[in-house]
């Protein structure tokens, strides 16, 4: 999530021109999400949001990240780690999934060519998804380094 995302919360009032400008200019290799809940100019729940909304996506709902097994047995453990995605259904050929950048095109593309099926992104924060992965994939989420 860069420019489109910053955009995006300045077009929903979530942010100040003079936020992006102070997010970007933080000494940070994170994403710009990051850095803008670490200057405390916004919060996981409100990015979430402002997506939805702004988007016109549907929001995953925490509890549901994970438990579908058709989904789960596409998603490989360490691509649902590394890609911070979640299996949330399939409807279709469509496969449902939990993900906190929908801006993300080279995670969605590597999914669909992963799985063999289109992706829809539903919005979750990125804690919603390394705790639903952590309870999904277990082994996976434990192989993982702290970041």
């Not at 047995?73 to 299996?87: G, H, K, M, T």
């Amino acid at each position: 999530m860069s420019k489109s995302l910053g955009l995006l919360l300045l077009r929903a009032g979530l942010i100040r021109p003079v936020d992006l400008i102070a997010a970007h200019r933080f000494p940070s290799g994170d994403r710009l999400a990051e850095r803008l809940i670490k200057l405390g100019l916004t919060t996981e729940a409100a990015i979430a949001a402002g997506l939805v909304a702004e988007l016109r996506l549907p929001r995953a709902h925490p509890a549901a990240l994970g438990t579908d097994a058709d989904a789960r047995a596409l998603v490989p453990p360490d691509l649902a780690v590394r890609l911070e995605v979640c299996p949330l259904g399939i409807d279709g050929g469509d496969l449902y999934l939990g993900i906190a950048d929908p801006f993300d095109d080279e995670a969605i593309r590597c999914l669909e060519a992963a799985t063999g099926r289109r992706v829809v992104a539903c919005i979750a924060t990125p804690t919603e998804i390394r705790r639903a992965i952590a309870r999904t994939y277990p082994v996976a989420a434990a192989a993982q380094p702290v970041s």
